[in-house]
């Protein structure tokens, strides 16, 4: 994620795990980290890593940006389908927003109307571009993108394993309004480990409203 933050995430080895992409980059170290090995720890201002800001624009995806689009999703999830809000979205015919630096792909916001209201389907950064804004601006382009088409407000729902996103998404005006308990729990009971192996269970449900232009 990007943005401002107080925590800082470490790792423990275990050599029992099979690593999957990692979403997350150690600060201290450098180590690239699947979700089940990010840890979080929390800092003063004053002691948070410093990255140098590598320049980026936000943008409109177009066709030209189909195959990395897909690349990111596949590194994320595993395909470009998102289940969220009771439904499947397809990334692939969403309001696709995304960061480029130097030619490269460095992040993807993909957004759908739903319910009346503008939904965050996918957010991700790669971990080379986390903590230097590029989140912050991905989500500050989608409000734009809200406003300009009249929505009144901009949803989003984290899995309740997800400390990073559920600090993010409130660091950026975003409120709580539901959580779907147990909806994540899958068919034969089980719960997948995510952030720092907690059960992955339920879906929280956020929202930041939007002001109409005057």
């Not at 004053?46 to 897909?70: Q, S």
């Not at 991700?124 to 804004?133: D, E, L, M, N």
């Not at 382009?141 to 400390?163: C, F, R, S």
């Not at 907690?198 to 232009?213: A, G, K, L, N, Q």
Request: some cysteine; overall charge negative.
């Amino acid at each position: 994620m990007a943005g401002r933050k107080d925590r800082i995430v470490e790792t423990e080895e275990r050599e029992d795990l099979e690593v999957p992409y990692p979403q997350y980059r150690c600060p201290i170290c450098g180590k690239d980290l699947p979700l089940n090995d990010a840890r979080m720890t929390v800092t003063c201002a004053e002691h948070l890593p410093r990255k140098e800001a590598p320049g980026f624009t936000v943008r409109r995806a177009t066709a030209g940006d189909r195959r990395e689009i897909e690349e990111i999703c596949d590194q994320a999830l595993g395909e470009t389908d998102v289940d969220v809000f009771g439904r499947t979205f397809d990334v692939l015919i969403g309001i696709n927003l995304v960061a480029e630096s130097e030619g490269r792909l460095a992040g993807l916001l993909s957004l759908a109307v739903h319910a009346g209201e503008l939904a965050v389907v996918l957010l991700s950064v790669y971990p080379a571009y986390q903590g230097r804004g590029v989140g912050s601006s991905l989500v500050a382009a989608a409000v734009a993108y809200a406003e300009e088409k009249g929505l009144p407000g901009v949803v989003v729902a984290v899995t309740n394993d997800d400390i990073p996103q559920l600090y993010f998404y409130q660091r950026h005006g975003f409120r709580i309004y539901g959580c779907a308990v147990g909806q994540l729990v899958l068919e034969d009971g089980s719960t997948p480990g995510g952030f720092s192996d907690i059960p992955v269970r339920d879906e929280i449900r956020m929202r930041r409203s939007i002001s109409p232009r005057r």
